[in-house]
């Protein structure tokens, strides 16, 4: 008998003890949640835009419009943007709390968020997930990749191959918060490599890029255009929340 699926069922039965013994409670509200780590009417409140340019997911007033007339008039070095949530309050919290304070139970609901649009996003699945990296110092100070975690936790749900070295940032940027949207364009120009050795990109390869957070996308459009040099035909941009443009 093959031990994979003993392996699976035990740890789907060890999670469902430890649920009825020591219930879950809400990230948020901090009431027991079952067995997710918010509750239903939590999840219900978050921020979320009601129609979304489907290029660079801010919000779109005309419910007619597919796209905004920024996308229309210069399109992004990607094909779609899946971003569940607004980066407002208290989303703002949650990403915090996961990124700077290592609260993964934070980290599993955005995973969730970004599951669910995706599935309901209704496009074809990519051959490959790949995290936008950290610099190996950023890394090693913050002693995780918030956006690797993410990229791991939607690749294990869909059964899709996650490739965290396929990108790799071979210089020391500046923080992007707290600049304008020319200063981070400026900034993050250069800054990614992609690692041939990591995988093999075959024609017509399907990327998509994981992240936590999208404000101007000048990170991820650096990173876009990166994979489009090295052979890649479609890039897909999945984030837990987009912010408004600074």
């Known amino acids: 008998m093959a031990l994979q699926p003993i392996c699976t069922a035990l740890r789907i039965w060890g999670g469902h003890c430890l649920d009825a013994i ?3 409670h809400c990230v948020l509200c901090g009431l027991p949640c079952g067995s997710g780590n918010a509750c239903g009417s939590c999840r219900a409140d978050l921020p979320r835009a009601d129609h979304a340019c489907l290029s660079c997911a801010l919000p779109i007033l005309n419910a007619g419009d597919l796209l905004c007339g920024r996308c229309l008039r210069r399109a992004p070095p990607w094909e779609r943007v899946v ?3 607004l980066y407002a309050y208290p989303v703002d919290r949650l990403v915090c709390r996961f ?3 290592r609260d993964f139970a934070c980290g599993r609901l955005l995973a969730l968020e970004m ?3 995706v599935q309901l996003d209704a496009q074809p699945p990519p051959d490959i997930i790949a995290p936008v990296p ?3 110092a950023r890394h090693v100070s913050r002693t995780f990749n ?4 993410l990229a791991r936790l ?3 749900a869909l059964a899709i191959p996650v490739h965290s070295r396929l990108l790799r940032r071979k210089r020391r940027t500046r923080a992007q918060s707290g600049l304008d949207a020319a200063s981070r364009k400026r900034n993050i120009r250069g800054a990614f490599q992609y690692v041939s050795g990591a995988h093999r990109l075959a024609a017509g390869a399907h990327v998509a890029l994981v992240d936590d957070v999208m404000t101007t ?3 991820l459009a650096e990173c876009a255009k990166t994979l489009r040099r090295a052979g890649v035909a479609r890039v897909s941009v999945w984030v837990a929340a987009r912010a408004p443009v600074p």
Do not use: E, S, W
């Open 22 to 24: 020591l219930p879950r």
């Open 83 to 85: 971003a569940p949530l």
């Open 99 to 101: 990124k700077f304070g």
């Open 115 to 117: 599951l669910d649009a």
């Open 134 to 136: 950290l610099h190996r």
């Open 146 to 149: 918030q956006a690797d975690l």
């Open 154 to 156: 939607m690749g294990h």
């Open 217 to 219: 996308g000048a990170t």
